[in-house]
C-alpha cells in the first residue's frame, strides 16, 4: 500500500502532522476553545430567516466582496475595539486560518519568511509551510511573554518578510502589550527597509476575552501593520467558519489578489449577518465565560498548581513531570483537555460552571493521587 512518503510531495511537508485537537466523546469536553454556549433561540431563529432569504437566489454565486458582512464587521469593531473603521478596511474570509493563509500567499511565498515566537498558534508554521514560506521560531521569557531585545535581533539577523504577533497567545493566554507590538514592528520595518518593510499581523483571535483593549487603534497610520479576528470563539460560531482582518485599504486590495472566486457563500454571509445582529446577547456570554476563566485560573492555583495569567478563555496549567499522562488521568476521569506539547503543561477551555466544577474535581482527584 502506498503512504504518504511515497508521495511525490513538497520536501517541506514530509514528516509533518496535520493540525488537529483529539475529537473523543466524554462528558465534559475543553480542548479545542469552543464557546460552550449554544446560540440563543432568537439567533437561531434569525439565522433560519436570513437563510431562508438566501437560499431563494443559491442559484447565483454570493456577493464576491462581502460588502454588507464586511460593513457589519467594520461598524462591530468601530464600536467595540477602539478604533473607527470603514469597510476598505475589513476583509472576510473561511476562519481566520483562511485570512492568515491569503496573507501569506500575498506576502509570503517561496524565498520568502515568516517569523512567530513560539509556543503559539502552531497554524501559523502551518499556513507558512503550506505556502512554501519559511519558518523562524522566534524566542519568549520562560513566563512566556515575548522578550523584545531578544525579538529585535533575531528579526535584524533574519529579515521577515512576514511577522506574527499572537494576543492574546494560544496555547498560554498571554497578552501582549501594544508597546511590544510597536518596538516589532518598528524592528520589522527598519529590517526590510530597502524592501518597503514587512507585513505585521497580529493574531487576536480570542481578543474579546483579554483584560486588555483591543490592539486595532495601532493599525491607524501603519499600513502594514494588520489586526485579525475570528466569530469562532467570542461569536459561540465555531461551526460557521467566519475569520475578518482590520488593515490599511491597500492591505485589503493586495489580498484579493489571491483570493478564491466568491469564497465566502451566501449562506455563510447570511449566518454571519445574523449572529452580528445579537452581538450584545453574544458578549453577554463572553463576560461570563471571563469570570469562569477567572476562576479557574484562581482554583487551580489554589490547589497547587503553577497556571500562566490568562487573557483567553482558556488556560495553560502544570507543571506535571509527564504532561501527557496527568491529560491522559483526566481523560479518565471523563474530562478532555489539551496536551499542546508545552513541556509539563496543559490546557483547559473555561467551560459552563458545571464543566469547570467537573474539571476542577478531577484535578484535585489528580494532585491527591499524585501526593498519594
Not at 439567533?43 to 454565486?61: F, S
Not at 477551555?349 to 482527584?365: H, S, Y
Request: contains cysteine; proline residues 6%.
Amino acid at each position: 500500500m502506498t503512504g504518504i512518503d511515497d508521495l511525490p510531495i513538497r520536501d517541506e511537508l514530509r514528516g509533518k502532522s496535520p493540525y488537529g485537537a483529539p475529537q473523543l466523546e466524554v462528558p465534559v469536553r475543553l480542548n479545542t476553545n469552543e464557546n460552550p454556549y449554544p446560540l440563543p433561540e432568537p439567533l437561531v431563529a434569525r439565522i433560519a430567516e436570513r437563510v431562508t432569504e438566501a437560499a431563494r437566489n443559491l442559484n447565483r454565486y454570493p456577493d464576491r466582496d462581502a460588502v454588507e458582512l464586511r460593513t457589519e464587521l467594520a461598524r462591530y469593531l468601530s464600536r467595540t475595539a477602539g478604533l473607527e473603521v470603514g469597510v476598505a478596511q475589513v476583509w472576510a474570509a473561511n476562519g481566520s486560518n483562511e485570512v492568515l493563509q491569503q496573507l501569506l500567499q500575498t506576502f509570503g511565498g517561496p524565498g520568502r519568511t515568516a517569523i512567530g515566537f513560539e509556543p503559539s498558534y502552531s497554524m501559523h508554521a502551518l499556513i507558512s509551510r503550506g505556502t512554501g514560506t519559511g519558518w523562524i521560531s522566534g524566542p519568549r521569557n520562560a513566563d512566556f511573554t515575548i522578550d523584545v531585545d531578544a525579538a529585535r535581533k533575531v528579526i535584524a539577523e533574519h529579515r521577515p518578510d512576514v511577522v506574527f504577533i499572537t494576543s492574546p497567545n494560544n496555547p498560554t493566554g498571554t497578552a501582549v502589550a501594544a508597546e511590544t507590538v510597536l518596538a516589532l514592528y518598528e524592528a520589522a520595518q527598519a529590517a526590510r527597509a530597502e524592501a518597503a518593510g514587512a507585513l505585521v499581523v497580529v493574531d487576536e483571535a480570542y481578543g474579546e476575552f483579554s483584560h486588555r483593549p483591543s490592539l486595532l487603534p495601532l493599525i491607524e497610520g501603519r499600513p502594514r501593520l494588520v489586526l485579525s479576528r475570528t466569530m469562532s470563539k467570542a461569536f459561540g460560531a465555531a461551526g460557521l467558519r467566519l475569520g475578518y482582518l482590520a488593515a490599511d485599504p491597500a492591505v485589503v486590495d493586495a489580498v484579493q489578489l489571491v483570493r478564491l472566486p466568491y469564497h465566502l457563500s451566501a449562506v455563510t454571509q447570511a449566518t454571519a449577518l445574523a449572529a452580528l445582529e445579537h452581538t450584545d446577547t453574544l458578549l453577554g456570554y463572553v463576560e461570563a465565560l471571563k469570570a469562569e476563566r477567572d476562576r479557574l485560573v484562581s482554583e487551580l492555583r489554589t490547589l497547587g498548581c503553577e497556571v500562566t495569567d490568562s487573557d483567553a478563555n482558556f488556560v495553560q496549567f502544570g507543571r506535571f513531570e509527564d504532561a501527557h499522562a496527568a491529560w491522559q488521568g483526566l481523560l479518565d476521569r471523563g474530562v478532555l483537555v489539551r496536551d499542546n506539547g508545552v513541556p509539563g503543561r496543559l490546557r483547559v477551555t473555561a467551560g459552563t460552571p458545571a464543566e469547570n466544577d467537573a474539571f476542577l474535581d478531577a484535578v484535585r482527584e489528580l494532585m491527591k493521587e499524585k501526593s498519594a
